[in-house]
């Protein structure tokens, strides 16, 4: 991921649509976010192959242009993102041995993009499949803005999935927008 660093936070911002800039904010979090224990990440190339044509060489594949990125790591205390979603769901008055339920074994999808030109051919399905496969945690949590309610591509994936809404409408410091903080039991 460090090597790819550039092309993943390239299809982050074309899939998110953000102004071309925003990945130099992002570079620093998402090295840090590397480092975490337990983080794993995974990716989708286009690597497309004629009929007859041999599978590409490891090499070809490690610098084919990257279609998608998805990457996540396990909830631990002390993490700013676990710290927001136990405040809102305090706030939303969960009892707090459902919290400490869904907080103590969960994996964070992070994040999950695929690039414009390459969506709506199941690919960040298959990479959720991938990422979540054998994880060891009970759940797995995610947050997503909630830009128009649902309709869009992240949402129908994340249902087709099975995540439910956990929070809605929260606003975590520093981001005007609504999110939506989803989950689910594992495994997928």
Not at 19 to 47: C, S
Not at 51 to 78: K, R
Not at 152 to 169: E, P, Q, S, V
């Amino acid at each position: 991921m460090e090597r790819r660093l550039r092309d993943a936070l390239a299809v982050y911002v074309d899939a998110m649509r953000y102004p071309r800039g925003t990945e130099n904010q992002r570079a620093a979090m998402w090295l840090e976010h590397i480092r975490r224990p337990g983080w794993q990440g995974v990716g989708v190339v286009d690597a497309a192959v004629a009929d007859g044509a041999p599978m590409p060489s490891a090499a070809e594949l490690s610098n084919a242009p990257l279609l998608g990125v998805a990457y996540g790591y396990p909830g631990a205390p002390g993490q700013w993102w676990q710290q927001q979603v136990i405040v809102g769901l305090q706030r939303g008055g969960l009892p707090p041995q459902e919290i400490t339920r869904l907080m103590n074994s969960y994996f964070e999808l992070t994040e999950l993009h695929i690039h414009p030109r390459a969506q709506g051919h199941g690919l960040g399905e298959a990479l959720a499949r991938r990422l979540l496969a054998g994880r060891p945690e009970n759940n797995v949590l995610l947050s997503t803005p909630e830009i128009n309610g649902e309709p869009n591509r992240a949402w129908r994936l994340y249902r087709r999935l099975g995540f439910t809404d956990i929070i809605r409408r929260y606003h975590f410091a520093g981001d005007p927008r609504p999110f939506a903080v989803l989950g689910r039991q594992l495994p997928l």
